[in-house]
């Protein structure tokens, strides 16, 4: 049992009980779900003390038995047509309450069929949108493997690997130990004897399907329809193998031809057979730089490493804080006391609180008596004088219009302003202005989530992301890259693109709504490599008075 299947019926308890209608109860599932699942050990008594002492036990009983009976005693409860419609990827309980009891559907099929006919884009309460939503999420239904975003994979190979590390030499590698947003699969490199580790494989592992396997290769499909990869070999070649199963296919071939022109010959499986004990070795053999993993995609970072002139890219040490997190002023659970205590396990030197302004009812946005209470707290808790240093900020609305919610009277008490667009409108010229005119406000710091784009649920707003870019960065205002694993909207090639438009910072955040999604950070830095970014670009790695300086720009 790893921690991913672990976090994945803790996962399941807290959408049965969402559907029930107990939110705080689910978010504390939800909190140990992300908690237990970017653990660095195996999931024990002693590993998670600090969790509620009711899911301690739920995790207690679900390493002896597989199941918990929280869950299953939910299950009796709730119909099973219900529950399967609130399976489906991108589906938010409240939404599978609504079409199973207003539109009485009943079960996939009738989904399917209300979708196809129009009925439900009809419906006042659904509309256009949420009928894209649904095509989305049953196309992603029927797919036959599932696509993982970078968190998934990447939480998941990790919880593989502490398992089969004990006796095996086993990496990460392909896609997902490259950073992309979006896998189809995970592969590993593993050293060590083939039959042995498919029998080890198979008591960690609920295997659904047997794919392709040879002498150096098995494939699998485990019970959620991952696709697991497992390139076999020999310990003295691991390093060269993991280099060449880590890069994009264009880089590997690329740096064959580096190792071949250097006089080294090449396996069967299609490695470099260059002895090593690290990558760095490997690279060095081949006259080049280490090249991070995360960049490896066959483009002019070759040649940089060729001439020893790679930057040097961020590192997860240099993240001073996290500036986009909820508490429970709006919609997330945790208090800011709780949060506070979290992040000081994080060795962070700041945090940003910046929960939705109150125009967006739908996250209980905070009224401006609620506001000062909440900076009334922080301020108290600052009198602690130890870190991290709590900046008052605000997720506030970009309305219609352009014009920020933000009360303008309390506007100096932010040290943080955080703008963002929930509810798009329909064509690219109107979203354009809107942001534009936020950026050029003076008023806001940050733009949260730039794109709009949900994995599984929405596709970017149309946007003319050049001049947002531009406009961004001539008011000195940072483009967000946003950690929530649905999220991560600002892709690399966006960074990228933001960067030739002259856009000379960035900052980051989880976008927690509770204290377990604060563990975030962890694969995100995958992100932040992934698209270059560089130490002096990202705000998250001033220091406090640099920060507050840099934030304080804004026009008063
Ligand atoms: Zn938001
Ligand atoms: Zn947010």
Redesign the pocket.
């Known amino acids: 049992m790893t921690n991913w299947d672990i976090a994945n019926i803790l996962l399941q308890t807290k959408l049965l009980l969402l559907l029930r209608g107990e939110k705080e109860l689910a978010a504390k599932y939800e909190n140990a779900a992300y908690t237990i699942g970017i653990l660095d050990y195996p999931a024990n008594d002693k590993g998670i003390a600090f969790l509620p002492e009711i899911i301690q036990s739920d995790i207690q009983e679900i390493l002896n038995t597989g199941n918990c009976e929280a869950k299953e005693t939910l299950e009796k409860e709730i119909p099973k047509s219900l529950r399967g419609i609130a399976n489906l990827p991108g589906m938010r309980a409240e939404n599978a309450i609504k079409l199973y009891e207003k539109l009485q559907i009943d079960s996939i099929n009738d989904l399917k069929r209300a979708v196809s006919s129009g009925e439900i884009k009809e419906k006042k309460e659904f509309g256009t949108r949420f009928e894209e939503q649904l095509r989305r999420s049953l196309i992603e239904y029927e797919r036959d493997f599932k696509e993982l975003t970078l968190f998934e994979g990447y939480t998941y190979a990790k919880s593989i690997m502490m398992f089969l590390n004990k006796d095996f030499t086993i990496k990460l590698a392909g896609s997902v130990r490259r950073g992309k947003e979006l896998v189809n699969n995970i592969d590993f490199v593993v050293a060590g004897d083939k039959e042995k580790f498919k029998k080890t494989l198979n008591e960690l592992i609920s295997i659904r399907k047997t794919g392709k396997e040879n002498q150096n290769f098995v494939s699998i499909k485990d019970k959620y329809n991952i696709i697991l990869n497992f390139y076999f070999v020999p310990h003295e070649y691991f390093y060269s193998a993991l280099i060449y199963f880590t890069g994009s296919k264009i880089y590997s071939k690329m740096l064959n031809e580096i190792g071949k022109v250097k006089g080294f010959n090449i396996s069967k499986e299609g490695y470099l057979l260059i002895e090593g004990q690290d990558e760095k070795q490997i690279f060095e053999k081949l006259g080049m730089q280490y090249t991070p993993p995360e960049i490896r995609e066959g483009e002019e970072e070759i040649d940089l490493a060729l001439s020893n002139s790679l930057p040097e890219l961020i590192d997860e040490k240099d993240i001073k804080g996290d500036l986009h997190i909820h508490s429970n002023f709006s919609d997330g659970t945790n208090s800011i006391r709780e949060i506070k205590n979290e992040a000081s396990f994080k060795n962070y030197t700041f945090i940003a609180i910046t929960d939705?302004s109150q125009s967006l009812k739908i996250?209980r946005g905070v009224s401006k008596e609620k506001l000062l209470k909440e900076f009334e707290i922080i301020d108290k808790i600052n009198m602690d004088g130890d870190e991290p240093v709590l900046l008052k900020g605000i997720?506030a609305e970009i309305n219609m219009d352009g014009t920020l919610d933000v009360e303008m009277d309390l506007e100096k008490k932010f040290d943080i302003i955080i703008g963002?667009l929930?509810a798009f409108s329909q064509t690219n010229y109107e979203n354009t202005e809107r942001v534009k005119k936020a950026i050029e406000s003076g008023l806001i710091n940050v733009i949260?989530?730039p794109t709009g784009r949900i994995i599984h649920v929405r596709e970017a707003m149309p946007l003319n992301f050049d001049e947002i870019s531009k406009a961004a960065s001539k008011n000195r205002v940072t483009l967000e890259i946003?950690l929530f694993p649905n999220r991560i909207d600002l892709s690399s090639g966006l960074v990228k693109e933001a960067r030739r438009n002259g856009l000379k910072y960035f900052s980051i955040g989880t976008?927690a709504h509770n204290t377990g999604h604060l563990n975030f950070m962890e694969y995100g830095i995958k992100i932040l490599r992934r698209s270059w970014v560089k130490r002096e670009e990202l705000i998250n790695t001033f220091e406090l008075k640099e920060l507050r300086e840099f934030l304080w720009n804004r026009k008063h």
Do not use: F, G, P, T
Request: charge should be negative; glycine fraction near 0%; proline fraction near 0%.
């Open positions: 939705h996250a997720e963002a929930h949260a989530h946003n976008d």
